[in-house]
């Protein structure tokens, strides 16, 4: 059952990028100027008027795949078939760079990739969402971390890691001295190993989705690592002071799933 579900997964996720028009399938990214839309619920330019703020961006509101969505254990489907998550991560130069609504930091050499359906995602960027997006069962954390990756083709992966309030995280711990002074203008901060990114468990859903900011590309292969890690307090609320006023809590509100299946991997025996 778990080899028939995955093989399902590989061909449907094929089908569907397949199908995708060229504008998604190339290199689409996420917005890099944050003075056309808020995070602001009510506001005219809040998550609900996304689609309605630019042409590019009408997919934020009739889009059928958007992200992020609540992950209910009670609707995902258990499979062991899909394997380990093969992440192949190097240090690499890399940049920070306050783009107002996140703070992200972006690889400038090769810091490597993962491998999803024998197709390579290579590592771009990384960047913060407090609170966290994606909830599970309903419950939202204080804090997401999201791994770019991009194929050859132009399409994305992104892998999730949510964080609760606890012990303080160590790759937060290099790069947050970075964060107070950096501006729109990306700063060099040297070699950063993007291994040193902490899974925790081996656990982790899968399904097809979009960028969780405009334009809200979709066709994004997601990876939310199942395992909620720890920052300190100190550490979320310097990630929140650095963006910009406004930006403090830029979680995009969860979407309808419609459908879509979402797996659970767990590894061994079901």
């Known amino acids: 059952m778990a080899t028939q579900t995955n093989l399902l997964l590989v061909l449907l996720t094929s089908l569907l990028l397949s199908s995708l028009p060229i504008t998604t399938r190339a290199a689409a990214s996420e917005l890099e100027d944050e003075h056309e839309f808020t995070y602001e619920e009510g506001s005219e330019k809040g998550p609900e008027h996304w689609g309605e703020i630019d042409p590019h961006w009408r997919v934020c509101g009739n889009g059928e795949m958007q992200s992020p969505i609540d992950l209910l254990d009670k609707r995902v489907e ?75 083709s132009g399409r994305i992966a992104v ?7 606890g012990r303080h995280d160590p790759f ?5 001295p970075y964060f ?51 920052a300190s307090e100190e550490q979320v609320r310097a990630i929140r002071d650095a963006v910009h006023d406004g930006f403090e809590q830029n979680a ?3 979407q309808q799933q419609n459908g879509r299946t979402v797996l659970l991997y767990t590894p061994g025996p079901l």
């Open 78 to 152: 258990v499979v062991s078939g899909l394997g380990k998550l093969k992440r192949d991560y190097r240090p690499a130069p890399a940049a920070v760079m306050n783009r107002g609504h996140d703070i992200m930091i972006e690889w400038k050499g090769d810091a490597g990739k993962i491998n999803i359906n024998r197709t390579d995602y290579y590592l771009k960027q990384c960047h913060w969402h407090s609170p966290s997006e994606h909830t599970f069962n309903k419950s939202r954390y204080n804090l997401e971390l999201h791994l770019v990756h991009i194929n050859s």
């Open 159 to 165: 892998i999730g890691i949510t964080y609760k309030y």
């Open 172 to 176: 937060l711990a290099r790069l947050i």
């Open 180 to 230: 107070g002074s950096v501006g729109s203008v990306e700063n060099d901060v040297g070699i950063i190993n993007p291994g040193d990114i902490k899974f925790g468990s081996r656990k982790y859903y899968r399904y097809m989705g979009s960028l969780t900011v405009p334009p809200c590309t979709e066709g994004v292969i997601w990876t939310m690592v199942k395992k909620v890690r720890t």
């Open 252 to 254: 995009r509100p969860t």
